[in-house]
């Protein structure tokens, strides 16, 4: 063979070569990401020591903080439950389908995130609180109706030793601290999807801190120490003994609140354990967040106006991390408004798929969470609708009531009952009076409360510089005011239409 040959030989073999990798890398398929969207109980923004609590232990939940992104300004949907993880599960304020206030369902023809992640091949499981209806077989709402594939849940809150249905069957009591049973059903749902070679989508919903309070004997005993003087304030909760309202002393109270906090801190804990053992870790986005503020029993040296139940700061504003290290490399921390309303635009773009054609609440966060989004290209609206119309005018039940009966008890007492049924309405009439309710809009700087408190009319705060909400400034500044209320107002007509069915119609 001549030099030439040789060479002219060589020369194919290293094209030959480049062409098979630059084939083999185009033909690589991604993996999808898999998806963990985590809730504590009536958490509130303060109650982790990233954000500076003087006395809670949240190792885990401070070192998401420090390595994923920390949304200084996330907001539940609602200063309430079940509302609020309605609009997790639909991208949608909840008052677009009647899912007003804890015990009233959603609606069997909202489209859920489940059902959207399905369309792109997920495996999908829900574990823990439900709060959208009853969680029984027979549930048109139950987890299985809106999605998901498996299920262990309460229709409500629970505590240690909590009674649970498995997609559907009878409750049953499982004895172990609640949030870790949580966890390990988790860990067991992962498991099989991998299995079954499937991405895995998976809600937990703990039932912790809600009240009543109860704890391991270990994490009660860290917070022995509270100051001496809440033993002289008194507030009142349920009696984990009679399920009726007891008062208490703060201190023991809060000890107990704080115990189960720091237990779901560290089920969450054992979580990003199994994931980075499995190799998973990097390739999962975990979400954790609150679903309200802080409620008065668990209320104590807290800067935000307000607490559960309340439009102000104290009842909306709750604690948010997203860790997905593939997507967020180093540790970030955003001021942009974000609320729970996101989640489902945010996952459906993730995995490709569209948005449910109707009118959605939420936006898209992946332009935050690659660090491209600098301000919220639209307000949020809060509304706490009353409901006292509906219920006058003797409206037609959406749902059967039966069906609408729950089965999964809990330790407070309601009605002289131990389980909760649920409610829903058809609604054709709109009025002026329905345009009631406490409510607000909350723009890039300024958030305007309307019926905030007794009294209180209209007000107007600085969000920038005056997240405390101290200093009203709706004389100085009434063109902002106007504005947002326009802005809000022509927001409550589409939810009100939202509300009739006519989402549903073609």
Known sequence: MNTLSFYNLLLLSICTILISCVESEDTTVEQPTNIILLMGDDHGWEETAYNGHAYLQTPVLDEMAASGLRLDRFYSASPVCSPTRGSVITGRHPNRYGTFTPNWSIRPEEVSIAQVLRDAGYSSGHFGKWHLGPVKAASPTNPGAMGFDSWLSHDNFFEIDPVLSRD???????????????????????????????????????????????????????????????????????????????????????????????????????????????????????????????????????????????????????????????????????????????MLPTLAALSGQPLPERPMDGINLMPLIRGEMEERPAPICFWDFEPGPI???????????????????????????????????HYSDIGEDNYAGERAILDNRYKLVIDGEEGSGKELFDMDNDPEEQHNLISSKPEIAEKLEQQLLAWQE???ESLTGADYRE
């Open 391 to 425: 219920l006058a005018a003797d409206p037609e039940p959406y749902i059967d009531p039966e069906l609408q009966q729950g089965t999964t008890p809990l330790v407070k007492i309601m009605a002289g009952q131990y389980t909760r049924s649920f409610q829903n309405f």
């Open 168 to 342: 559907g069957a009878a409750p049953v009591k499982i004895e172990g601290e609640s949030s870790e049973i949580l966890i390990d059903e988790t860990i067991r749902f992962i498991e099989e999807a991998q299995q079954q070679d499937k991405p895995f989508f998976a809600v937990v919903w703990f039932g912790s801190p809600h009240e009543p309070y109860s704890g391991l004997e270990e994490d009660l005993a860290l917070y022995q120490n509270l100051p001496d003087s809440l033993s002289e304030q008194y507030v009142t909760l349920t009696s984990m003994e009679t399920g009726k309202p007891v008062q208490r002393p703060l201190d023991s109270v809060l000890q107990e609140r704080y115990a189960e906090i720091t237990a779901m801190d560290r089920a969450i804990g054992k979580l990003r354990e199994h994931l980075s053992a499995q190799g998973l870790q990097k390739n999962t986005l975990l979400w954790y967040c609150g679903d309200n503020g802080v409620p008065s029993s668990g209320k104590f040296n807290a800067s935000l106006r307000g607490q559960k139940a309340m439009m102000y700061e104290g009842g909306i504003r709750v604690p948010g991390i997203i860790e997905w290290p593939q997507a967020i490399p180093e540790a970030r921390s955003s001021s942009v408004n974000a609320v729970t309303s996101d």
């Open 494 to 496: 589409s939810v009100l």
